[in-house]
C-alpha cells in the first residue's frame, strides 16, 4: 500500500508505503459504521474469542483512535497476522503515523529532543538512526496501559502490558514532526513487528519517490 498525503493547510507532503497485512483505518469514517466493521473483522479473524472480547477490543480501539487523531495521525491501520512464537495464535499489533507541529531549535533539534525524552529511571531506549529520508529518533519502551473497561457497566480499568516503538523525523520544512508508532500486546512477536516498523520507516520520503518504467523493472534497474 502506497500512501500520499499532505496535513490539510500545512503544505508538508509526506510520501510512505504501508505493508498489505495492515487494514487501514478510515479515520475520517463515521465511528458507529467503523465500530462495525472492525467488529465484523475480528469475528471473521478472532473465531474462538467471545462477542465480549472482541466488542471491548473494539471499543478500546475507539478510545486509542480518538488519542491518536488528537495527536495529528493521519494514517492508522491494524496488521492481523499469525504469530511466529505461537503459529496456532493470531498476533495483533497497529500502527499509525502522525504529522504533527514542531517548535524545535534550528541547532541540532533532535538530539535536544532526544534529552528531553531521556528521562531519568525510566525504562525507554532512545537512539538516533541514520535512514534513507534522513536522521531519525528510534525510541523504544514497554509500558503498561490502564483503559476503561466499558462492558463491565462500571468505572473498572483493566491494565494491559504494551510493547511500543517509535521513529521520529524531522521534516524538511523544520516545523512538522513525521512519527511512526508501532505498539502490541503481543510481546512474544515483537521482533516481527518491529521488522515491520524498520521497513516502513525505510520508505519514508519528502519527496515524490521515482517511479521505474517497465523497460527499466525489465532491465532490473
Not at 467488529?39 to 478500546?60: C, I, N
Not at 495527536?71 to 491501520?77: D, E, F
Not at 538516533?128 to 473497561?149: D, F, H, Q, S, T
Not at 512477536?189 to 523497460?215: C, M
Request: charged share 20%; net charge positive; hydrophobic share 40%.
Amino acid at each position: 500500500m502506497h500512501v500520499t498525503t499532505t496535513k490539510p493547510g500545512t503544505g508538508a507532503p509526506l510520501w510512505f508505503s504501508v505493508p498489505e497485512q495492515f487494514q487501514h483505518i478510515d479515520l475520517a469514517e463515521a465511528p458507529v459504521e467503523r465500530i462495525k466493521r472492525t467488529y465484523d473483522a475480528l469475528t471473521a479473524v478472532l473465531r474462538t474469542a467471545t462477542a465480549e472480547q472482541r466488542l471491548d477490543m473494539v471499543l478500546r480501539q475507539e478510545i486509542m483512535l480518538s488519542q491518536l487523531i488528537g495527536q495529528g495521525a493521519i494514517y492508522v491501520g491494524n496488521c492481523l497476522a499469525r504469530s511466529d512464537a505461537s503459529p496456532s495464535k493470531i498476533s495483533i499489533a497497529q500502527l499509525s503515523i502522525m504529522l504533527k507541529d514542531a517548535r524545535l531549535p534550528a541547532r541540532r533539534p533532535l538530539s535536544v529532543l532526544a534529552s528531553a525524552l531521556r528521562e531519568p529511571g525510566r525504562a525507554r531506549e532512545v537512539r538516533v538512526l541514520e535512514y534513507p529520508a534522513g536522521e531519525a529518533l528510534a525510541i523504544g519502551e514497554e509500558v503498561r496501559l490502564k483503559l476503561p473497561a466499558p462492558l463491565r457497566g462500571t468505572a473498572a480499568t483493566n491494565t494491559h502490558r504494551v510493547r511500543q516503538a517509535q521513529v521520529i523525523f524531522l521534516h524538511p520544512d523544520g516545523r512538522h514532526l513525521v512519527t511512526l508508532a508501532l505498539s502490541t500486546e503481543h510481546v512474544d512477536d515483537w521482533s516481527q513487528f518491529l521488522g515491520i516498523l524498520g521497513k516502513v520507516a525505510n520508505n519514508i520520503s519528502f519527496t515524490e519517490p521515482q517511479t521505474n518504467t517497465i523497460s527499466q523493472r525489465l532491465a532490473g534497474t
